[in-house]
């Protein structure tokens, strides 16, 4: 047998890790046999399964033995045959879990007849391997030798071979003990028969009614996986024998699974199920041996997409035996339905109908994908990461476990844990999944869960606890259209299924009477914004979880809307709300109907006014030169002023640019614009008289700000239409960044259009429904996107064809150094990145990827963790320690200090009424000194220093010292800003004046600045 | 570093402050409570020959280095005890070249902030810069007797002897500025306007004038308010010309008639196809530098 063995690892070519190994195992068998000699001589002297006595102190039995008494003898004996299974031998494993599934074949003189009942084949199974593993830890050959499940089934432990030191993460060997062939009879493991009594199970007797015993299905079918492990491999190494090109599919889809979390923990879509699925589109001639990994990826694909397994069942076996049973019983007792090629064995037992509409839903996304021509499918298929936190909408939480144990007994799911061994954690999931997606209804498109990942254990513990698993998180797949409706409509009051639907949300449902005269049951949810209507989810689930599974509130932990917290605190400028302002705290300007800040009192609010650009009609009359358009515009702005307040009796303040309008509370910023005024900005006359166009500083801001402006804003908003959550997604977006100190490197625009590309090119993920995706998705763009070799593309209104973008890539490339370091492209703005011309700088980009990807990771964990986000604000804490010197605002003077990501407990009232206010002046329009600050500052010492700051209520301004500015450098009378003569070596060289500008800081803002913190360890002039 | 700087200090008081060639070193300081002091570089106002300047020569004294929180009225003050000062004006950038000034509009010319500027100060008699370059400081610009205000409480010293100040905080009065008067606006528009119209007709008649008239070589101006209206003389016009009469070219030119054609032809292609495979090795390059093929 020993020999078999090693012509086979020779015949693969494996290297000296795997020789090693061998070694090891031929190793057992010496042992073993002494061992058998001397120690158990016969069966019938065999210990009883209960009398564990025999085991070595070091190792503990890696079996939950509830209930503990079972009848039969156990004593162990050399493995009969020792194979090599699974994927490496095929050669279709991937990497970084190498894994080598040795199956060892207990001998016939272990077991008994029966065994296949009430767990004792399990139990015996459990005892063999922790035999084994007593005697390969002592085993100087192996670095660690540990205990795991086989694919997270509880009644099957498997043991764990590691090399030493380097090698451990290099390859694992997996013993996998299984029964010899024709042991069982197949005609016992069919998914209609029992083979866990009750009487055993519960320890009472079965209803002396004659009911009969309930079938255990799973039960059956582990039992029966371990009979099938060398037919399983042999059909698969028929197929995949010499066809590399399916190796390479198979390979392919175990990365594609991978990347969408798919495949693990129990009843997952493991690798083994697509080289299975990869066979059976084999045998069914939908895949050739000849085709490359490609196209065997996309027929997969595409047969996944458009079959519904838990529907229509598929199978290997074409034999026509009337003896097997039909794919109609297997649909009764498994939610998805794929049989092996003996016809008995469904491959996807454990998969649930959540579990394979999800594969479903991803194969469906990708099938598109692959079908759009984009130039990166490869990398958005196969290369981006989809985890949970990031895929869905919604997370929740259910911890701890212990909870679904009572779960199970209200839902009367005994059968159920009869045939999972008590596992009720598997035996509740499908009905929780099931009762929470009747509920939730039109507002989901998917839910999926995700099991805590295998465990692994050392032999000389005990196995864990189902309740110490972690938790179990569901992911909720919001549809956006569905998520409006506050109602959830009924049946009719005299219609029979009316108590159905009372029974189903029990004390939520009430008869209403509807407009169109109809009675009906329905459950209204209390939700006012769109913020909340987008929680309505979170209510569903508590409700319908207490109500039916016992699961008070404080077991779910839902994450879906922790974050608007902290965009709603900007309540003040979006969505804008109409302000009141108290008259006594202003001083006031009667002459001209405005309220002026007074000095003896706080800042007052924060005003931003809505501006409008009005175009008008072109005409041959305006002026051609451009001081006097400026002057025509002017005595426009003035003329507007005058008819609003005559005709509409409304406040207006006119200037030279624009026109203030004060309209119940709102105030809007009329712009009147000129359409040919940038052309004219742009005319240049040469010596020659020749008129050319030439862009000029001020032309293009004209430019940006009255055509490309109004532009963008229709577009975006047109985006908010279709995706609810845009907004909220922007708004965080700027929000962090601001928060991080970066705000002024980064326009407005261009972070929402980062945030628009987020939802017109979200692939490999589906638009995101709530702001929490969205902003996760925002960072992991931010720090993942190489801004330096690629454009982003925000396709907006789909304007841009294919072609074009390939165009636009090419021209990118050859135009790269005259372009910003951060490139956004849009329909309207094919070459220039106008928004981000001004900025970023790149260091500032650098920074914020760097952020990004340190944010990203962080956030991440406290959303997944199930007992608690903790701090949520963490990540919106900027690092203060890399800026050279510490400017502190006093918060009477910062007029959006409620805004700040620690919302102060206690700020200054900024002088606003509730109520309307009587009559109407206007009040104190975007007056922030924090900002007027700043601007003095950056004029003042922007050659020696940057400046960053929160404009939301920031208490506290960083200042980093150019790396340049303390350079010394010779004597010019154009630049001796701050700076002073020193004489070194001889020579009169200029040297920034250190003190005294960091004593300018404290003078120029008296009143505001509270402290100078120079850290002046860290620098060196 | 405070090491060096003290001993800087000390270096100081020895050595006087030093001060590049032609300059002489003045400290200001904002009061009495600050360390540090700023530099003011000062030297007599000179311009090279043959170039004018709008400031009286020997008059003038030319300042550098001037901190934000000194205004003109402050530098007026602080400089006063060398001799009566005549005026005093602040400006980003030392004046290059003599540019003619025009009063710029308050409404449509708003005031930029001001950073470190420099000024060029004018005294009524000579003595005074002689006067003011052998000052020894510190210069304080708040005292006691005339305490300046910045930040939120800065006074509002900017419209100084127009009369019309409006006391309050430095941001307040700035703000308080901002929100102007209407009328005044339309009553400068309207004059804008009417001089913009008088100058337009007073162009339009000259040019009716002029026009078909020759000049004494006997030229005869041709302009677009002629019978017939010419070409527009700007830069895309002339392209669209240029454009035009290369496509006439070249729809008479023979190709590949000769053979020295066809050679050139093929050299051409050759070339522009080795060009592409060059930008597209590159292409594959870079691409392969950007994946890294490892997906997790």
């Known amino acids: 047998m020993g020999k078999t063995c090693l012509q086979e690892y020779q015949e693969f070519g494996f290297k000296h890790v795997d020789i090693l190994y061998l070694r090891g195992v031929l190793d057992i068998q010496g042992t073993c046999s002494e061992r058998q000699s001397n120690q158990y001589v016969s069966l019938s002297l065999s210990p009883q399964l209960t009398d564990q006595a025999w085991l070595p102190a070091g190792v503990r039995v890696p079996l939950h033995q509830v209930p503990y008494t079972v009848k039969g003898c156990f004593r162990f004996l050399p493995p009969a045959q020792v194979t090599v299974v699974g994927s490496y031998l095929l050669g279709t494993c991937i990497r970084p879990d190498i894994n080598v599934d040795v199956a060892l074949t207990m001998p016939k003189e272990i077991l008994q007849d029966k065994d296949g009942l009430n767990q004792r084949y399990f139990r015996k199974r459990a005892l063999y391997l922790a035999h084994l593993a007593h005697h390969l830890a002592q085993d100087p050959l192996f670095g660690s030798v540990r205990f795991s499940y086989t694919n997270g089934c509880h009644l099957k432990p498997l043991l764990l ?36 009594r009750s009487a055993w199970y519960r320890g009472q007797s079965p209803p002396g009614d004659g009911s009969p015993e309930p079938p255990t299905p799973h039960y059956n079918t582990w039992v029966l996986q371990d009979t099938a492990l060398q037919s399983h491999v042999q059909l698969l190494s028929t197929v995949l024998g010499s066809a590399l090109g399916l190796k390479d599919g198979v390979a392919l889809l175990k990365v594609w699974l991978r990347q969408r979390d798919l495949d693990k923990g129990l009843g997952g879509f493991s690798g083994f199920l697509a080289s299975m699925l990869v066979a059976f589109l084999v045998s069914i001639r939908k895949i050739h041996t000849t085709m490359s990994g490609y196209q065997v990826l996309r027929s997969v694909l595409q047969f996944l997409a458009t079959t519904d397994l838990t529907v229509n069942g598929i199978s290997l076996c074409f034999s026509s035996d009337s003896s097997l049973p039909a794919l109609a019983d297997f649909h009764q007792s498994f939610p998805v339905v794929f049989l092996d090629s003996s016809g008995r064995l469904n491959l996807c037992a454990d998969v649930t109908a959540s579990t394979y509409h999800q594969v479903q839903h991803e194969a469906r996304l990708s099938m598109v994908l692959l079908d759009s021509k984009a130039d990166d499918g490869f990398q958005l298929l196969l290369m981006t990461p989809k985890p949970m936190i990031r895929a869905f909408d919604h997370i929740l939480h259910l911890c701890p476990l212990s909870r679904l144990q009572a779960a199970c007994h209200r839902l009367k799911l005994w059968p159920e844990l009869q045939d999972h061994g008590g596992d009720y954690v598997s035996a509740a999931l499908g009905p929780l999944t099931t009762l929470l997606e009747q509920g939730l209804g039109s507002r989901l498109h998917l839910l999926a869960h995700s099991r805590p990942p295998v465990s692994e254990w050392d032999i000389s513990q005990d196995p864990p606890k189902h309740r110490d698993s972690g938790a179990l998180t569901l992911g909720l797949l919001l549809r956006p259209e569905g998520l409006t409706s506050v109602l959830e409509l009924g049946p009719e009051a005299d219609q029979p299924e009316a108590a159905d639907f009372r029974q189903f949300w029990g004390s939520r449902s009430e008869l209403r009477r509807f407009q169109d005269g109809a009675i009906r049951e329905a459950v209204v949810w209390e939700a006012g914004s769109m913020s909340q209507k987008r929680l309505i989810p979170h209510q569903v689930v508590t409700h319908l979880l207490a109500l039916h599974a016992d699961i008070p509130e404080t077991c779910v932990h839902y994450m879906g809307g922790l974050l608007d917290a902290l965009i709603q605190g900007l309540k003040e400028v979006f969505p804008p ?181 987020l939802f017109l090119h979200p692939e490999p993920f589906t638009p995101p429904s709530s702001p929490q995706v969205g902003f996760l998705r925002f960072l992991f763009l931010v720090s993942t996107f190489d801004w330096k070799n690629n454009p982003l593309i925000v396709n907006l209104n789909n304007e841009l064809t294919v072609e074009e973008q390939v165009e636009i890539r090419s021209g990118f490339l050859a135009t790269r150094k005259q372009l910003p370091v951060m490139v956004i492209i849009t329909p309207q703005d094919r070459k220039n990145s106008i928004w981000t011309q001004d900025g970023p700088s790149p260091q500032i980009l650098q920074q914020l990827v760097v952020l990004a990807a340190e944010a990203l990771p962080i956030l991440e964990k406290q959303l ?26 006093s918060p009477r003077h910062i007029p959006r200090h409620r805004q700040a990501v620690d919302s102060p407990a206690a700020s200054f009232c900024r002088g606003l009424l509730r109520e309307p206010g009587p009559s109407s002046l206007m009040p104190v329009l975007g007056y922030d000194p924090p900002q007027l600050y700043l601007a003095q500052l950056r004029e003042a010492y922007g050659d020696l220093a940057l400046f960053f700051y929160d404009q939301h209520g920031g208490e506290v301004i960083g200042v980093l010292w150019k790396p340049t500015s303390f350079q010394p450098h010779s004597f010019k009378a154009s630049n001796t800003k701050g700076r002073m003569v020193v004489s070194q070596g001889g020579e009169m060289v200029m040297v920034p004046n250190v003190e005294a500008i960091l004593e300018d800081f404290a003078v120029l803002g008296e009143g505001l600045v509270r402290a100078v913190e120079a850290r002046s360890e860290r620098w060196t002039v | 570093m405070v090491a060096r700087r003290r001993k800087r200090a000390a270096r100081d008081a020895e050595e006087g402050i030093p001060s590049p060639p032609g300059y002489s070193a003045v400290p200001i300081k ?47 003050r602080l400089l006063s005890p060398c001799g009566p000062v005549q005026s005093v004006e602040l400006q980003g950038k030392p004046e290059l070249t003599e540019s003619p000034k025009e009063p710029k509009s308050k409404f449509f010319h708003p005031k930029p902030v001001a950073g470190f500027q420099v000024a060029y100060v004018v005294f009524q008699k000579p003595k005074g810069v002689s006067a003011a370059l052998a000052l020894k400081g510190p210069l304080l610009v708040s005292t006691e007797s005339h305490p300046v205000k910045s930040g939120v409480h800065r006074q509002g010293c900017r419209e100084a002897g127009g009369g019309g100040v409006l006391p309050g905080p430095w941001w307040i009065s700035d703000y308080t500025d901002s929100v102007l008067d209407p009328e005044a606006l339309r009553v400068e528009v309207d004059t804008f306007m009417e001089a913009y119209d008088r100058k337009m007709a007073e162009e339009e008649a000259k040019a009716k004038e002029e026009e078909g008239v020759p000049d004494e070589e006997g030229w005869v101006k041709v302009t677009r308010r002629g019978r017939r209206p010419v070409l527009p003389r700007t830069e895309a016009a002339s392209l669209r010309v240029l454009e035009r009469e290369k496509r006439k070219r070249a729809r008479k030119e023979l190709l590949n008639f000769y053979a020295w054609q066809h050679r050139e032809t093929k050299m051409e292609h050759l070339a522009q196809l080795r060009k592409k495979f060059e930008e597209d090795k590159q292409r594959i390059e870079l691409m392969r530098a950007q994946r890294k093929f490892r997906p997790y």
């Open chain 1, 864 to 889: 997944m963790d199930p007992r608690g986000p903790g701090d949520i604000r963490t990540v919106f804490r900027p690092p203060l320690d890399m800026y050279d010197v510490l400017i502190r605002l």
């Open chain 2, 30 to 76: 904002f009061s009495e409570e600050q360390k540090a002091s700023h530099y003011l570089y000062m030297r007599e106002h000179r311009v090279r020959d043959g170039a004018k300047s709008s400031w009286p020569q020997k008059r003038t004294l030319f300042v550098l280095n001037v901190p934000p929180y000194c205004t003109e009225e402050c530098l007026a």
């Open chain 1, 161 to 196: 071979l590691r090399p030493h030191g380097k090698d451990e993460h290099l390859v694992t060997v997996r013993l996998h003990p299984c029964p010899p062939p024709d042991f069982f009879r197949p005609c016992r493991l069919l998914p209609s028969k029992n083979n866990v």
């Open chain 1, 577 to 757: 709300t109409p302000v009141w302002p108290a008259y006594s705290f202003h001083k006031h300007f009667p002459e001209r109907a405005s309220l002026l800040p007074r000095p003896d009192k706080p800042c007052p609010a924060y005003v931003e006014p809505m501006t409008v650009v009005c175009h008008l009609e072109g005409s041959g009359q305006w002026p051609q030169d451009a001081e006097a358009i400026r002057r025509v515009r002017a005595a426009f702005q003035l003329r507007l002023a005058e008819l609003l307040t005559q005709q509409h009796g409304l406040q207006c303040r006119a200037t030279a640019t624009h026109t203030d309008v004060l309209k119940d509370g709102f105030v809007f910023r009329i712009r009147v614009a000129y359409q040919r005024e940038p052309q004219i900005l742009k005319e240049m006359r040469s010596p020659e008289g020749m008129i050319s166009l030439r862009d000029t500083p001020a032309s293009l801001r004209l430019e940006k700000e009255t055509k490309q402006l109004p532009l963008l804003t229709s577009a975006l908003h047109g985006l908010q239409q279709q995706h609810p959550a845009f907004s909220g997604v922007a708004r965080l977006a700027k929000r962090w960044v601001r928060a991080q100190l970066l705000g002024e490197g980064f326009t407005d625009e261009s972070l929402d259009l980062v945030a628009a590309a």
